[in-house]
């Protein structure tokens, strides 16, 4: 436990719930992070941890990218994350799902969950049976893809305009790793604008998916050593790395994967290679964008979000601006940007709350 405890301050996280259901065989963490804009909002991961360890390592990078998206963004959530220890390709009954949402419920508000890598519309359906703290539900705003793939894009074209200075991707040659919903929607941007895309991803349908739309199929670990202009992880965190970095012949890095440094330094090795990295949590702010518009007064209007989601190209401007004016590196100018935000929300909750 004091491990748990030493890891919750490292990482400055406000609450974990670890839950465990006998008759389904949940097992999940709950890591919300920070609160001080707003209830947490923050997807289900269902992915075959090998253990609790690697499932909480997971959960807390997680929640806090959340915290730091949700803010950069600008909008009135905190960051959460949950993950559920299960290979996501079996089958997810319905008892396992609502066991889940009877968790979510538990914490009486405090998180709202919604969809990630290995939960769907329908896993979400099942949660919503138990718990009303559901954003994202088929009849509101939905499957988040097409709307972040689409904020993905509008970073590319910013990325491209910082590097090359213009935002046309014609011609450029872009490998995009992981051809799942976001990923696949993202090539198709790109391809209707004339790049010329490179695809892998570790199932062999998704490949065949994004081949039949245009894209060129490579082996999974090849990726990393194509000579392309950009490279856009949109699968897993953490691959850029000590063994990954090296291989890198791209000018720039602007996928939709969360975490995608290893550890900070990771960044500063980019930098070091004269490769620009948009930060991921910047990138990818579209999905939280399009599961924030159910809040809407109004309730949720996806051209609306999807105004929203084509900002990112600004806000990444604005983060560029920031790393010249301080002159430290964007993934940094990012973090600052959204620390900000919050920190200005909990001095004025200081001043509202003292007599």
Not at 23 to 29: A, D
Not at 304 to 326: C, P, Q, T, V
Request: proline share 4%; net charge negative.
């Amino acid at each position: 436990m004091r491990d748990v405890l030493q890891n919750m301050a490292d990482y400055d996280h406000e609450q974990i719930l670890f839950g465990y259901d006998k008759v389904s065989g949940l097992k999940c963490i709950i890591a919300i992070h920070n609160t001080t804009l707003g209830p947490a909002l923050g997807g289900l991961r269902i992915w075959p941890y090998k253990n609790e360890d690697e499932a909480l390592f997971d959960v807390l990078r997680l929640s806090v990218g959340m915290t730091y998206k949700n803010a950069a963004m600008g909008l009135d959530f905190g960051g959460a994350k949950a993950v559920m220890i299960h290979d996501p390709n079996t089958e997810k009954p319905e008892e396992l799902m609502r066991a889940f949402g009877r968790m979510v419920e538990s914490l009486g508000g405090r998180y709202y969950t919604a969809e990630d890598v290995g939960s769907t519309l329908d896993d979400l359906s099942y949660v919503a049976k138990e718990t009303k703290y559901v954003a994202g539900l088929p009849g509101t705003s939905g499957n988040p893809s097409p709307v972040t793939g689409w904020g993905v894009y509008n970073a590319m074209k910013a990325t491209a305009k910082r590097v090359w200075g213009s935002d046309e991707l014609k011609g450029k040659k872009v490998a995009v790793q992981g051809c799942g919903n976001v990923g696949f929607s993202l090539i198709e941007h790109l391809l209707e604008e004339g790049a010329v895309v490179y695809a892998t991803d570790m199932f062999e349908d998704k490949i065949e998916r994004a081949k039949k739309a245009g894209a060129i199929p490579v082996e999974m670990d090849k990726v990393y050593d194509l000579d392309v202009d950009i490279f856009a992880p949109c699968a897993l965190g953490a691959i850029l790395n000590d063994d990954t970095i090296p291989r890198l012949k791209v000018k720039a890095i602007c996928g939709s994967a969360n975490n995608q440094l290893l550890e900070p330094r990771h960044g500063k090795a980019l930098a070091a290679r004269g490769i620009l990295y948009s930060p991921d949590f910047i990138v990818n702010g579209g999905g939280v964008i399009n599961c924030a518009e159910e809040f809407a007064p109004g309730g949720y209007d996806k051209e609306r979000a999807l105004k929203r989601a084509a900002g990112i190209y600004d806000i990444l401007l604005k983060i560029f601006a920031i790393a010249d004016e301080r002159k430290i590196e964007p993934y940094e100018a990012a973090n600052i940007y959204a620390e900000e935000r919050i920190q200005k929300a909990l001095e004025q909750k200081r001043m509202f709350f003292e007599k």
